[in-house]
């Protein structure tokens, strides 16, 4: 099938078993094609890459050994993760920015996009969703505005007209 990570068959089952890890369980957060046989994972114990039938730990210079809930790229090529209290955005294989997040007493960052204007949304499990305008720091809590604070946000969609804090009301949507 088309855009699997591996197309399991008799022929190459043992070899993709025997290059799973098996002393630690491993739980997928979220998994990104990056190119075409290559995908990225964010995972409970980090960053994986799955290429080539093999899945292997990713060591990424400046970013701390925490299990990683998201992973998205940018229109640069770079990769936000969203982790505990924190989102990273990664350039071959370096940390270049750490955003800390200390909004709450669980500040795990389940689901971030980078829009095509350049501002970070994330959100926080049952806490609406945030908003750091590019080129800042500054979070803004945009969950609130539209009357979703404490609730919860499974993911962003971003339409031709980009994402916007002027227009976000109008762009709120339930599926």
């Not at 070899?15 to 799973?20: E, M, Q, Y």
């Not at 369980?25 to 994972?41: E, G, Q, S």
């Not at 994330?122 to 945030?130: D, E, R």
Request: hydrophobic share 40%; proline share 1%.
């Amino acid at each position: 099938m088309k855009n699997n990570i591996s197309k399991v068959t008799m022929e190459n089952i043992q070899s993709i078993l025997l290059n799973l890890p098996h002393n630690d369980t491993i739980r997928i957060n979220k998994i990104v094609k990056i190119i075409d046989h290559t995908y990225l994972a964010a995972t409970s114990k980090g960053m994986y890459k799955f290429e080539n039938q093999k899945f292997e730990k990713i060591n990424i210079a400046g970013l701390e050994k925490q299990e990683i809930f998201w992973i998205c790229c940018d229109r640069e090529n770079n990769i936000l993760l969203g982790a505990k209290g924190k989102i990273y955005k990664v350039k071959d294989n370096t940390v270049i920015r750490t955003i800390d997040i200390d909004l709450f007493e669980n500040n795990n960052i389940i689901r971030l996009l980078k829009d095509s204007k350049g501002n970070i949304w994330f959100t926080i499990m049952n806490k609406g969703f945030y908003l750091i305008a590019a080129g800042t720091d500054i979070i803004t809590d945009a969950g609130s505005k539209v009357g979703l604070a404490n609730k919860l946000v499974n993911n962003f969609l971003e339409d031709t007209e980009g994402i916007s804090g002027s227009v976000l009301t109008a762009k709120v949507c339930f599926v």
